[in-house]
């Protein structure tokens, strides 16, 4: 079966930093491109950040310099590192893999 769980959101303030994770179970992510979307409460799921089999990074311009989204396929998980968050990152963040979703993780910034 097959699974991608996200992990590691929460509450914090503006400025504050956090790292996401999605474990993906039932494939190997080995040679899988993989992403980061989220949305926000009212607005269409966004496209965060991708990152191909061999690595090469993509963001959307509110990403840029401020997140990393990396991968370790020993582990088959992807990672969405986020520094300088803004109350405007607030959404739920989903990652993908193939045609498959996770539940998301829901990130929220305040003061």
């Known amino acids: 079966q097959v699974q991608l769980v996200e992990s590691g959101g929460g509450l914090v303030q503006p400025g504050g930093s956090l790292t996401l994770a999605c474990k993906a179970s039932?494939?190997?992510?080995?040679?899988?491109?993989m992403g980061w979307f989220r949305q926000a409460p009212g607005s269409e799921r966004e496209y965060v950040a991708q990152?191909?089999?061999?690595?090469?990074?993509f963001y959307n311009d509110f990403a840029k310099g401020r997140f990393t989204i990396s991968r370790d396929d020993a582990r088959n998980t992807l990672y969405l590192q986020m520094t300088n968050l803004k109350p405007e990152d607030t959404a739920m963040y989903f990652c993908?893999?193939?045609?498959?979703w996770g539940q998301g993780t829901q990130v929220t910034v305040s003061s």
């Open positions: 039932g494939f190997s992510t080995e040679g899988v491109f």
């Open positions: 993908n893999a193939r045609d498959d």
């Open positions: 990152i191909s089999a061999r690595s090469y990074t």
